[in-house]
């Protein structure tokens, strides 16, 4: 199976971009609200949740993705600007440049969970989130605070040990929105999460 999204056919795009991508739809290179309200939908959250999500995430941060110092009129995100929705306050899991750091995620879970490091509990998010404040920098606290928020809504649970590992790592590298959503996981992110590059995955020729 080849995939038709330019955010997952294209070897200079990140982590980030690809992670976002389960969210434009209509593949055109701009989430609307309306496209994040469906696939939180899509993700099984409630309708309330859904919209109220949906009105955070492109009021606060469809003009920074923008090319231009203009805004988007209909608050839609640019995917190709996604690096800038990067905030400060946060686990440094993706760089600057958006993309996943294997070698900082394994660091994070390793250091706030407990042995053997499979689950992530509720105070063990808050103890990460609460470390990784910066001085001043309210906007990054609260945007952090959100976004765990809705991870923690919208991840199963494993009983009392908590969310898995693994289903963290989906969050990162896009895989765990299609498993939720009953959709086919993409051929080219299926590789990476099993460790192969992306880059090696474009040479291989599974992507056109």
């Known amino acids: 199976m080849t995939s038709t999204h330019p955010c997952a056919t294209s070897p200079a ?5 690809r992670h976002i ?3 434009d739809i209509n593949s055109d290179g701009k989430i609307s609200p309306l496209e994040t309200f469906t696939g939180m939908r899509q993700l099984n959250a409630g309708l309330a949740f859904s919209a109220f999500t949906a009105a955070g995430i492109h009021l606060t941060l469809s003009w920074f993705t923008q090319p231009t110092i ?3 009129p209909l608050f ?3 995917v190709e600007g996604a690096e800038r929705m990067i905030h400060g ?4 899991i993706y760089d600057k440049a958006g993309k996943f750091s294997l070698e900082r995620f394994n660091g994070i879970l390793n250091m706030f969970t407990a042995p053997p490091h499979t689950h992530i509990k509720f105070w063990e998010i808050v103890k990460m989130l609460n470390a990784d404040r910066n001085p001043f920098d309210l906007f990054g606290v609260l945007g952090a605070m959100a976004e765990w928020f809705t991870v923690c809504t919208l991840l199963p ?3 009392v040990e908590g969310i898995k590992r693994e289903d963290i790592k989906g969050i990162y590298d896009g895989t765990i929105f299609y498993r939720i959503a009953g959709r ?9 999460r099993e460790g192969n590059s992306y880059a090696d995955v474009v040479k291989r020729g599974k992507v056109d």
């Open 157 to 159: 649970k494993d009983g």
């Open 70 to 72: 203009l805004p988007d």
């Open 13 to 17: 795009n990140t982590s980030l971009k």
């Open 184 to 192: 086919k996981i993409p051929e080219e992110l299926q590789d990476e």
């Open 76 to 78: 839609r995100i640019n």
């Open 89 to 92: 306050s946060d686990t440094g």
């Open 21 to 23: 991508a389960f969210f």
